[in-house]
């Protein structure tokens, strides 16, 4: 695409500036000006048409020299088509662009941006089709993504910055996961843990050897513990010695003591046991028994003064018995006589009861008879028996006659309303037939009739209708018998002739005339041709009407003719039916309503007529029905009554048979019956009372003659019923008396007898003593009493030292133990002295004290170690930390490959690079090394752009050396940079070919340089449109001095 | 013959085990102790289980055929949980018979524990025999010796005779019959050997597969494997061998499988998953399955995620990935045993991109991949991408725990430098 027209309205210092098609003729065209000319501006006023005004480092658009902001260029393509661009200045900041395409439809800015531009950015216009000397060195811009995508894209394959963004993030990414020497790299905080748990699994590991250890030491230890032990008994063994010495000494020397004190006393051989207490007693027991011996003879003297002293009674102890059980019965025999009073009364009072209830039975009762009456069970049964039944038969009777009673109500009820039936069909009439004809057939006939006159007048109206239609069409007919009326003829024939005479006329005066009426001849001729056609055709319809309604008019005569019959036959059958209904000829239509209702009033009556006999047949049956009835109740009444007496009668009888008065009814015989049961009881009680006043006197009687008998046998005075229980009171006290004193009398006898036993025996007592003290005092050596008692203190003494030795002996064994150790007890204390022993004693009390505190050291010791021995048997500590340490340990693995990947895809990535380097260096590249020989006059062969640094050029010379773009002087970078963009813009013509403006991009070259670099951009034109901008003469001269073909305009 | 009679076969304990190569996903990755706790008494479950199985079965006597501590010192709580467990046999009256192997060699000190006597550990000096008895009569002849050291290069088999008076005679070896490349080749020897020998039964230990019968009858020669996986690649149910043998001396053999802990690898492909829920739910099913099969132990369960797919660069960020793991274990675990226990998750997807088709083009990429291709036959080349591992590898203290990669090593970590590459430099990518 090429720049063919541009005008620049209004721009900065621009105004109306005209660049015409010829302006553009070659594709190389120089716009040479002094400074402030106007190129930059104009290069400016470009790229503000392509991508809109006030571009960031642009100069402003704002017109400074008149006209209105902007102004347009027409572009040329491969095709010669045309595309013109103008850009205004409008509201918004961009300016408004309107694009005008070939065809002339107009577009706006994504248009020009997307079709025209092809998406080529400010930027990149900037860094590849239009720049200035500044721009062309402006490094930076060339590491841009967009511009060097173009430089390597094509050949990496990559998107611009892949690259070096991918090495860094996999240095990155590296770095975070190890450094040789950091500390917070993955790696190596895994290492460090990784470590410390190594460290707890050595801890964990020496403990076997710690645990054995352990055991040892705990083996040790119990070993020293058992020493203690032993070492311990060993001192206690002494210990208890010692105090056993101590304790010993005393014992000791109180035996020396004893057995001195025996060396001194004469030794008595033998003596009797407690010999002094024994005759000390013995003395006692004599003087006790002498003491007695005078007691007892006191004794036996008091007992005989009160034996004669005593006096009995005989005669009463003689009649003990009797009198005992006198005195036995003697309360009994006070009651009975008390109760005599009483029970005389009670029998009184009872035979007053009987009398009484005999009385009620009603007179001629007697005791016999009252005994005779029969008060079973089975009688009273049988008195229920007749009461039930009596009452049955009774209860019979009563409703049997109320049903007759009622059957008899019915009966009158039944016949007064067989009678109002009879009167009810009596007054009812029923009117009048008009003819003997029946009803239901006169019904009929009526309905006929009433539908002979409906369909009379539905004729009488399709007879009118139809007369009126035949006449219509008769009408109809009549009027076709006009024929159609056609084109006169001698009209016809008089027009032709007309129009024949005209046409000639014309052709006289004039040939044009005639000509014309001709034509009009023509047409009138062929008019009326066609109206001739047309009333022919007319006349055939009008025929064939014609016949279609005759026969029409033929069909409703005949219609006509049937419905006059039709009328004639209703007439007729009014007629019969009127005769037959009314017995009349005639039957005017308005009267059928009212025979109408007639008949309906006549079939009323005879549907109430009919009802009426019906309920009088009802009431006859129900009459008679109701007079059976009454008989049948009277005859069971009857019969009732006559059951009832019957067994009346039966109960009758029986009372008889029982001896009850026959007046009694059931339940009158059944009170009678209890009055004789009460009757017999009061009697039965006045009996009973009589027998006991009897009985009780009797015995009172028998009591006091006992009395008497006794009483007299005593020679006393004889006793009243009254004064009985006191006589017997006196005897007994009298018989008491005489008991008492004769117990006494044997009782005294049987004393005596044992005093005087018991005084011989304690006379045998005081002389065996006296022998048996005799005999002690031989035993002990004595012939009295005082010598015995000597020999008896010496005796005792010596026996007491005696025991106290033994004793002391006992309690040193004791404290020894056995017999030896006692043995050598008395050898120690008899070579030591008591604070000797003690202080022994005191020594070892705190030697022991001291294995003491060993002891329980020792056993603290022992105990901790197992403490740590169990929790060593129980934990999993070194399990844990194994698997903690082996699970890091795969993490590590994991970490490392993953850096490991990342090494070797780094690694492969710069062998990639830099085989790519050398081996595909990109076309962008290698076409600027075919333009760096020409710009460099041939000193420089080649470009090399290393992958992904294209701020990093590099030059290659003759000899192969390298030069990076950092070590060339100015010139020779502008020359390389200039080769770099030329071929970048070569490389985006295959996608979009816009023009190359260079402004004054040349000045840094030397001449011969600079005629390389004209030679070049002449070749480039062939391709390209370039515009190039200069103020300097030179290199106008210069490019003068080519061969190449431009075009020149002069700016200001 | 004196009747028939049962006795159990197991090796290689590892009691306390180490349970090397354990992946948390990241450092931020904690594993509750309940988890932790479960595989750390594993050893010890298991032995438990077979002290059960011994009781239960009414079995004769239990074998143990080496390496029945992970260290040769033996951990002190291995020790006195093995003696605690045989105590159990020991109130029964029931002998055990115990060789030391490799792991747990007699060249250095063990604390003194005191186990009872029942319990019969062979001399490392030279093969000893112990008699088992019933109601005073012998039933079995139990031939063993244990390893004096570590490496043990003699072939032990050779020392083995058997009495001609032995009812039953068993071989209790620690041994690799047939230089199995997979474990050391410690006491070596050649199934022949062990033929010849003229044994009834012969209880091996050392190799870790379950259940190898390397000859089934007359003798039966048997490594039951080791009855508890030690690490994430010790994949599957394990246990140890019920032995009966009939009145007429032949013997059958029965495997029961009783680990406590089960390890499993569960590739999972991403491809055909448009986004990170349905891949979520893809596990959720993945680990729900392995939940309804092993309903009497746990699992750790390692789910690798395979496959080209469009996920692969949402996978690569490291969040994406951990909230996946975190959001199932969330879904999944229960804290409650047997658990299902998601271990990590690796993303081992590729991009969705077809290597050789770039590897053909003349961009950078296709440079670099046949840069890495060509390592394979350029040792120059090898040699310059391993000694850019060096700085980490040949580094004084991570040196100590990382090795240098072998060839099928280095060509993993190529193949994923490459998708690495191809991430980064690829369109899409920050």
Request: charged share 30%; aromatic share 6%.
């Amino acid at each position: 695409m090429r720049i063919k027209e541009l005008y620049v309205d209004g721009f900065n210092i621009l105004h109306d500036l005209v660049l015409s098609e010829s302006d553009f003729r070659t594709n190389l065209t120089v716009f040479y000006g002094p400074n402030e000319a106007g190129k930059s501006t104009l290069m400016a006023f470009i790229r503000a048409l392509f991508f809109g005004f006030n571009l960031k480092d642009e100069p402003a658009a704002e017109p400074l020299r008149g006209g209105r902001s902007g102004g347009h260029m027409v572009l040329e393509d491969e095709e010669g088509l045309t595309y013109r661009i103008e850009r205004r200045q409008t509201g918004t900041k961009k300016g408004r662009v309107r694009l005008v395409l070939p065809d002339g439809t107009k577009r706006d800015e994504s248009y020009l941006r997307n079709n025209i531009l092809r998406g080529v950015t400010p930027l990149v216009f900037r860094n590849v089709f239009a720049f200035d000397v500044d721009e062309l060195r402006r490094l930076e811009e060339l590491r841009n993504e967009e511009v060097s995508a173009h430089v390597w894209g094509a050949t990496t394959g990559l998107e611009a910055g892949k690259f070096s963004n991918a090495l860094r993030k996999l240095n990155r990414e590296m770095d975070d996961l190890f450094k040789p020497r950091g500390s917070k790299s993955r790696i190596n905080k895994l290492l460090k843990e990784i470590n410390a748990l190594e460290e707890d699994i050595r801890r964990l590991r020496r403990q076997p050897g710690e645990y054995d250890f352990l055991q040892e030491q705990v083996r040790r230890l119990q070993k020293q513990r058992e020493d203690l032990i032993a070492q311990k008994r060993k001192i206690e063994k002494r210990r208890g010695w010692l105090q056993g010495l101590l304790e010993a000494r005393r014992i000791w020397i109180d035996l020396q003591d004893v057995r001195s004190q025996l060396e001194e006393i004469p030794e008595v051989a033998e003596f009797p046991e407690f010999g002094i207490e024994r005759l000390d007693s013995l003395n006692e027991r004599q003087r006790e028994l002498n003491d007695e011996y005078r007691k007892k003879a006191d004794e036996l003297k008091v007992l005989t003064e009160k034996l004669n002293k005593l006096v009995i009674d005989e005669k009463i102890l003689n009649h003990r018995l009797e009198i005992e059980q006198l005195e036995e019965e003697r309360r009994l025999f006070v009651g009975r006589r008390d109760s005599l009073a009483k029970l005389a009364a009670e029998t009184k009072r009872a035979a007053a009861a009987y009398e009484e209830e005999k009385a009620r039975l009603g007179p001629g009762w007697t005791d016999e008879k009252v005994a005779a009456v029969d008060l079973s069970v089975a009688v009273a049964q049988q008195v229920q028996d007749f009461k039930s039944r009596l009452a049955g038969q009774d209860s019979v009777v009563s409703t049997s006659y109320n049903e007759w009673q009622n059957a008899q109500m019915t009966l009158e009820d039944k016949d007064r309303e067989w009678k109002e039936a009879k009167r009810a069909l009596e007054t009812h009439v029923v009117p009048e037939a008009p003819t003997g004809v029946p009803l239901a057939e006169r019904v009929n006939i009526l309905n006929d009739i009433t539908n002979a006159y409906h369909r009379l007048e539905l004729v009488k109206i399709e007879r009118n209708s139809g007369q009126q239609r035949l006449n219509d069409l008769q009408r109809q007919r009549r009027s076709m018998e006009t024929p159609v009326s056609g084109m006169p003829k001698l009209f016809t024939g008089a027009v032709v002739i007309l129009l024949v005479l005209s046409t000639m006329a014309a052709f006289l005066a004039d040939p044009l005339f005639g000509g014309i009426f001709l034509v009009v001849d023509a047409a009138a001729a062929g008019l009326a041709l066609r109206y001739r056609r047309q009333v022919k055709d007319r006349q055939v319809r009008q025929e064939e009407e014609r016949r279609a309604l005759d026969i029409k008019i033929r069909e409703m005569e005949n219609q006509l003719e049937d419905l006059a019959s039709e009328e004639k036959d209703l007439c007729r059958r009014i007629k019969q039916g009127a005769a037959a209904l009314v017995g009349r000829d005639e039957l005017p239509q308005d009267e059928l309503d009212g025979i109408r209702r007639a008949l309906e009033d006549e079939k009323q009556a005879h549907q109430v007529r009919a009802n009426l006999e019906q309920a009088v047949h009802k009431a006859e049956q129900a009459l008679e029905g109701a007079r059976t009835r009454v008989t049948e109740a009277e005859k069971r009444w009857r019969r009732a009554r006559e059951e009832y007496e019957q067994l009346h009668r039966e109960w009758e009888q029986w009372l008889e048979r029982q001896g009850l008065p026959v007046t009694l009814d059931p339940t009158g015989a059944l009170h009678f019956l209890d009055a004789v049961q009460k009757a017999r009881d009061r009697y039965r009680e006045w009996q009973r009372a009589r027998e006991a006043e009897k009985e009780v006197r009797e015995q009172v009687q028998g009591y006091l003659s006992r009395v008497n008998k006794v009483l007299a046998n005593l020679g006393r005075p004889v006793a009243a019923v009254e004064t009985a229980a006191d006589r017997v009171i006196s005897l007994r006290d009298d018989l008491r008396r005489g008991e008492e004193a004769s117990q006494e009398y044997a009782r005294l006898e049987e004393e005596i007898v044992k005093e005087k036993a018991a005084l011989k025996r304690q006379e045998d007592k005081i002389r065996q003593v006296e022998e048996e003290k005799m005999r002690l005092m031989r035993a002990g050596g004595a012939e009295d009493e005082e010598t015995f008692r000597h020999r008896a203190i010496n005796y005792a003494r010596r026996e007491t030292l005696i025991k106290q030795r033994a004793e002391l002996e006992r309690q040193l064994q004791f404290i020894a133990g056995t017999p030896g150790d006692r043995e050598r007890m008395k050898r120690e204390l008899a070579q030591s002295s008591y604070p000797e022993n003690e202080g022994e004693l005191t020594r070892l009390n705190e030697e022991m004290a001291e294995i003491d505190d060993k002891y329980s050291a020792i056993g603290e010791q022992i105990g901790s170690l197992k403490n740590e021995l169990e929790r060593m048997e129980a934990g999993d500590d070194l399990a844990a930390k194994m698997l903690e340490k082996e699970m890091k340990l795969s993490l590590l693995k994991q970490v490392a490959e993953e850096w490991q990947v990342r090494q070797l895809c780094r690694t492969l990535l710069d062998l990639a690079r830099e085989k790519h380097e050398r081996e595909r260096q990109p076309v962008v590249i290698q076409r600027a090394s075919t333009y760096i020989r020409p710009l460099t006059s041939g000193t420089y062969r080649q470009v090399i752009a290393p992958v992904g640094q294209t701020d990093l050029l590099e030059v290659e010379d003759g000899s192969g050396r390298r030069v990076s773009v950092s070590d060339l002087s100015r010139g020779a970078a502008s020359q390389l940079y200039l080769a770099v963009r030329l071929a970048l813009a070569r490389e985006y013509a295959s996608m979009v070919s816009l023009p190359i403006i260079l402004d004054d991009v040349l000045v840094d070259f030397d001449p011969v340089r600079l005629q390389g670099a004209l030679g070049l951009l002449g070749k480039l034109a062939a391709e390209h449109q370039i515009l190039m901008f200069t103020c300097h003469k030179h290199i106008l001269e210069a490019l003068r001095d080519t061969e190449v073909e431009f075009g020149l305009v002069e700016l200001g | 013959m004196a009747g028939g009679f049962t006795f159990v076969h197991a090796a290689d304990l590892h009691l306390d085990s180490q349970f090397r190569g354990l992946q948390q996903f990241s450092e931020e990755d904690t594993w509750p102790e309940f988890v932790r706790r479960e595989i750390r008494e594993s050893t010890f479950t298991t032995l438990r289980r077979i002290v059960d199985l011994v009781l239960d079965r009414q079995a004769a006597f239990l074998l143990i055929a080496g390496d029945v501590y992970e260290a040769a010192e033996g951990s002190l709580r291995a020790q006195l949980r093995l003696r605690d467990e045989l105590v159990r046999l020991a109130e029964r009256g029931i002998p055990t018979f115990i060789v030391h192997g490799n792991h747990d060699h007699c060249g250095v000190k063990r604390p003194a524990i005191t186990f009872p006597d029942t319990v019969h550990f062979f001399s490392h000096r030279d093969v000893e025999w112990y008699p088992v008895l019933r109601q005073g009569k012998e039933i079995a002849r139990v031939y063993g010796i244990s390893y004096p050291q570590r490496d043990v290069n003699e072939n032990y088999a050779l020392r083995f005779k058997r009495h001609r008076e032995a009812p039953f005679a068993i071989g209790l070896l620690h041994c690799n019959v047939g230089g199995v490349p997979e474990h050391e080749n410690y006491a070596p020897c050649k199934l022949q050997d062990l033929l010849a020998s003229g044994f009834d039964y012969w209880a091996l230990g050392h190799i870790h597969r379950p259940y190898q019968v390397l000859h089934r009858e007359a003798p039966a020669v048997i490594y039951p494997g080791n009855p508890q996986g030690r690490h994430p690649g010790e994949t599957g149910d394990r246990g140890c061998c019920v032995v009966t043998v009939g009145d007429n001396g032949r013997s059958t053999v029965e495997f029961v499988p009783l680990n406590a802990v089960t390890w499993e690898v569960k590739p999972v492909t991403i491809d055909g998953v448009e986004n990170l829920d349905r891949l979520r739910e893809r596990l959720v099913s993945v680990v729900g399955k392995v939940q309804e099969t092993n309903r009497q132990r746990s699992v750790v369960i390692r789910l690798q995620l395979i496959g080209r797919g469009i996920l692969h660069s949402e996978l690569r960020k490291h969040h994406n990935a951990y909230d996946l793991l975190y959001e199932l274990r969330e879904s999944c675990v229960t804290e409650m045993t047997p658990f299902v226990w998601p271990e990590t998750l690796q993303v081992l997807t590729r991009p969705p991109v077809d290597k050789d088709e770039l590897a053909q083009t003349d961009t950078l990429l296709g440079d670099l991949l046949n840069l890495a291709r060509q390592v394979r036959e350029d040792p120059g080349l090898q040699q310059q991408l391993r000694a850019s591992l060096d700085v980490l590898l040949n580094h004084h203290r991570a040196g100590r725990y990382l090795s240098h990669n072998n060839e099928e090593e280095l060509w993993m970590l190529l193949e994923r430098a490459e998708d690495m590459a191809i991430d980064y430099l690829q369109d899409g990518d920050e």
